[in-house]
């Protein structure tokens, strides 16, 4: 049973249009949300995070989004670069609980020069 | 970047050998983490650590065993590799001032099992 869902495999995007992501988890304990972005052959990258108090933060070109009551949140990459290029994933916690993350799948951006 | 070493970075080893890797900090960050990544499933907790000589067990922790005897080393060890334990295992930490609920990752070691 995945707590935590990315339903998009893939995304191509043109440069400097947005690149919008989403994610979705069922359990409800979840507080804390962050996003990584990871490059091959190298560990995962913390982009931004979210804590459940707040519907929305901002981080330069990179923005997320937290729908509490539709249990959805959202990475909005705006303008899109092809350095973006990458696979990110979206992932949860329950910030008494240790820290432990549970992660989407992932969803590969291809931005297109 | 934290500083997060991992190693070895590439293993191939047989199936029934046991095998160790480590993961090293210097950072002085309160927890560690082991993941696995495999293709469709992102990033699974195998064990962490909230302390030296204080572990638990995460999602897929069956078949691995973990052990912290100094706050800068997690060994994650597979006492008889199988196949199935063919991925790429990352290391994180997190509990560091400034950071405390972010988790910073290690460059990852790749594992085969034949």
């Known amino acids: 049973d995945q707590q935590v869902k990315q339903n998009s495999p893939s995304l191509s995007v043109q440069e400097g249009r947005i690149s919008i992501l989403n994610c979705d988890y069922t359990?409800?304990?979840?507080?804390?949300f962050l996003w990584y972005k990871k490059y091959p052959a190298e560990g995962p990258t913390f982009l931004i995070s979210?804590?459940?108090?707040?519907d929305k933060n901002e981080d330069g070109r990179f923005t997320v989004f937290l729908n509490k009551s539709a249990k959805h949140l959202s990475l909005h990459i705006v303008p899109s670069q092809p350095g973006d290029s990458a696979v990110y994933f979206c992932?949860?916690?329950?910030?008494?609980?240790?820290?432990?993350?549970?992660f989407g799948g992932g969803t590969r951006v291809l931005v297109k020069p | 970047d934290a500083g997060i070493t991992q190693s070895p970075r590439h293993k191939v080893t047989e199936t029934g050998t046991p095998v160790t890797l480590r993961c090293h900090q210097t950072?002085?960050?309160?927890?560690m983490y082991w993941y696995r990544q495999d293709p469709g499933h992102g990033l699974r907790l195998i064990h962490y650590?909230?302390?030296?000589?204080?572990?638990d067990k995460g999602e897929v922790s069956d078949g691995y065993s973990v052990s912290r005897s100094k706050t800068e080393d997690f060994l994650l060890t597979l006492e008889s590799a199988t196949s199935s334990q063919t991925s790429v295992y990352f290391c994180?930490?997190?509990?560091?001032?400034?950071?405390?609920?972010?988790?910073?990752f290690g460059p990852g070691t790749r594992l085969t099992v034949l």
């Open positions: 994180a930490i997190s509990g560091g001032k400034g950071s405390y609920n972010e988790q910073f």
């Open positions: 359990n409800s304990m979840f507080d804390y």
């Open positions: 979210i804590s459940s108090i707040k």
């Open positions: 992932a949860a916690s329950v910030k008494a609980a240790g820290n432990k993350l549970t």
């Open positions: 950072e002085n960050h309160r927890y």
């Open positions: 650590s909230y302390g030296v000589k204080d572990t």
